[in-house]
């Protein structure tokens, strides 16, 4: 395979030339659901591959040098359709609780990734790539196409300099640099944000009433119309759906505001699409009934024999971040989900049998216990969890990489604000809020990006005071690790209403973390605690209430130690928190000097009583806040 594939790659890459035979596609034409065609480019084996190798380099280069802002979700690791709609919820809790008034601005842009200009394209790569990669990266975008439509080809025709090949690999990294630049806009600020997701495009704007409202969002739309049509793009007003929420009455809750776009009056909907998920708007306040009822339909409409593939997949979209379902919801839902499960093993819907006739009259999770016992027993046999099980599962798991990760930033701090720390065993606490526990090792990941890809003179600088917040966040994670500390989330350290704690990812999940016994909720902090979490919900109890445990399989309370750290147990853990912290700096492509590693934390022994909290206290204060 050497000559047939990684030669050619490798005199590619080498030389920055894109050979011309490579960038011949054939174009495929799709019609889109409502009116209009996605042409979509397919491409040349080979040349998948080089792009597949590009892209690579690409998008560790683009993370490395953080070149793409916070609000980009779009096509980035560990990001996702959720990360965007958090930032919904979040600034619109935030500005309910403030007593503002906001609405939220879906946009939507003309054939946005066929309309971008090469030329403007290029302008902007060539602040980040020079010589051989700029050429490359150039060359991919000239184009020849062969339509196939009807089993007719046509003639081989050049493209025109405008947008990327739509089903290309470098297409979404490119066009979400691209587009990133709005993010820049100077009349963003903390009252009008944006967020991104490709081309999905999201104007978020409070203020203090609806007259207010009108105008600072006719000004930020009137700057961001005047961005995108530099950068060659085009916003359609027809296609642009406002949302406005406040307590105010005013207006019909906003409802009979006017915004401008392009000298055209839009009005506010009631409920808006974005990102799979229907957002309503219900005399001033953010629902998702109408989503929750067209997910129902979904579960209803899918062919049973790929039941768990289509229902389940429909039921997960954005499900970390999104409220909880109520158990009524869930009720009605599970049962459709049973029924599925009785056509695809061929069998009829059967009553509950005459002689359990007492059973049926009993209630549990909405169902009789005639029903709820068929359905977990059927879920039981099939190796499937039940809706709840798999709603809490998927918000741990996501709470557990957000932390993991930290690529959305906005998110992870959010996380980190609402965590409690404490003593194990105990009600002491430590700390209310505490700083990201992976801040220096993401920073260390970033910099090994750009080095393997010999790209050392872009690396972010690592010097003693991160050196010591590194080593700092290791022991605190070992303290966890060890079960001397234990954590929590607080929803009212973000909000002090109710509301908050039931719909804003993750205070919704505050029950559920302190529901879990103390070896599986450590594993939320542990880099590598996401399978664990996922072998203990698999071997959980089925059932369907919305809880970590039902009345069957709850355990007795859970008693967790009080452990007391003395000298020797904390000489131990010190010596494995060295040899994590020269694991990860070698892991990480960094010489550190020899000895390094716990200096400042002896200095401190030294001048203080070994403490537990006192030393926690320390270690936290010694992480840099990024």
């Known amino acids: 395979m050497e000559p047939l594939i990684i030669d050619p790659v490798r005199v590619c890459l080498d030389s920055g030339m894109y050979p011309d035979v490579l960038r011949n596609s054939r174009v495929v034409i799709l019609p889109k659901k409502a009116k209009g065609i996605r042409p979509l480019a397919i491409s040349e084996v080979l040349n998948s591959v080089l792009e597949k190798v590009i892209i690579g380099s690409l998008n560790n280069f683009i993370e490395g040098t953080k070149s793409l802002p916070d609000q980009q979700s779009g096509f980035r690791s560990s990001m996702s359709c959720g990360t965007a709609m958090f930032e919904i919820l979040k600034a619109y809790e935030e500005d309910i609780h403030s007593g503002k008034v906001l609405a939220v601005v879906l946009l939507d842009a003309k054939n946005a990734f066929g309309s971008l200009s090469h030329q403007n394209l290029m302008v902007l790569l060539s602040r980040y790539f020079q010589g051989r990669a700029l050429k490359l990266l150039e060359n991919s975008l000239a184009r020849s196409f062969v339509v196939s439509a009807n089993g007719f080809y046509s003639s081989l025709r050049k493209g025109t300099p405008h947008g990327v090949p739509q089903g290309g690999s470098l297409s979404p990294s490119l066009f979400c640099l ?282 972010e600088v690592v010097d003693t005071e991160h050196l010591n917040s590194l080593y700092s966040e290791i022991v605190i994670l070992e303290l966890i690790a060890n079960e001397f500390l234990d954590f929590g989330i607080d929803p009212t350290l973000s909000f002090p209403t109710q509301g908050a704690k039931k719909r804003l990812w993750p205070l919704f999940a505050c029950d559920w973390i302190s529901e879990l016994p103390i070896k599986v909720r450590k594993q939320i902090l542990h880099e590598k605690g996401k399978s664990k979490i996922k072998e203990f919900f698999k071997k959980l109890h089925v059932h369907l209430e919305q809880s970590v445990y039902c009345i069957q399989c709850r355990p007795f309370n859970e008693v967790v130690p009080m452990k007391s750290l003395d000298s020797h147990e904390l000489a131990i853990l010190l010596r494995n928190c060295d040899k994590k912290f020269y694991e990860t700096l070698r892991e990480q492509k960094y010489n550190p000097r020899p000895n390094l590693s716990s200096e400042f934390l002896d200095r401190w022994l030294i001048n203080n009583n070994l403490e537990l909290a006192s030393m926690s206290k320390f270690l936290l204060n010694n992480i840099i806040y990024q």
């Open 178 to 459: 691209f587009i990133s630049q709005i993010a820049n806009l100077p009349c963003l600020d903390a009252e009008k944000r944006i967020l991104l997701f490709a081309d999905d495009t999201a104007l978020v704007v409070g203020a203090r009433n609806y007259t207010d409202l009108m105008e600072k969002t006719n000004n930020a739309l009137e700057l961001l119309e005047d961005a995108l049509t530099s950068l060659g793009l085009m916003l359609v007003p027809s296609k642009t759906n406002i949302l406005t929420f406040g307590k105010s009455k005013y207006l019909n809750h906003g409802m009979k505001c006017e915004f401008r776009m392009k000298d055209t009056i839009v009005r506010p909907v009631s409920k808006a699409k974005y990102l799979g998920s229907w957002i309503e708007a219900r005399k001033g306040q953010l629902t998702f009934d109408f989503n929750t009822k067209t997910l129902q339909g979904k579960m209803k409409d899918t062919n049973a024999t790929i039941m768990r593939a289509c229902a389940m997949g429909a039921l997960q979209h954005n499900l970390a971040v999104l409220p909880p379902l109520s158990n009524a919801i869930v009720a009605k839902m599970q049962r459709t989900y049973d029924i599925g499960l009785e056509i695809g093993n061929n069998r009829r819907i059967r009553r509950a049998i005459g002689s359990y006739w007492s059973l049926s009259r009993v209630k549990r999770f909405g169902l009789s216990q005639n029903s709820y016992s068929r359905i977990t027993n059927k879920l039981t046999k099939a190796c499937q969890p039940s809706i709840n099980c798999t709603t809490i599962r998927t918000v741990i798991c996501n709470i557990q990489n957000v932390f993991k990760t930290g690529k959305s930033e906005s998110q992870c701090k959010f996380l980190c604000r609402n965590i409690t720390l404490n003593i194990a065993g105990s009600d002491h606490i430590i700390a209310r809020g505490i700083p990201h526990l992976r801040s220096v090792q993401t920073k260390l990941e970033r910099r090994k990006r750009l080095i393997d890809i010999n790209s050392e003179t872009n690396c």
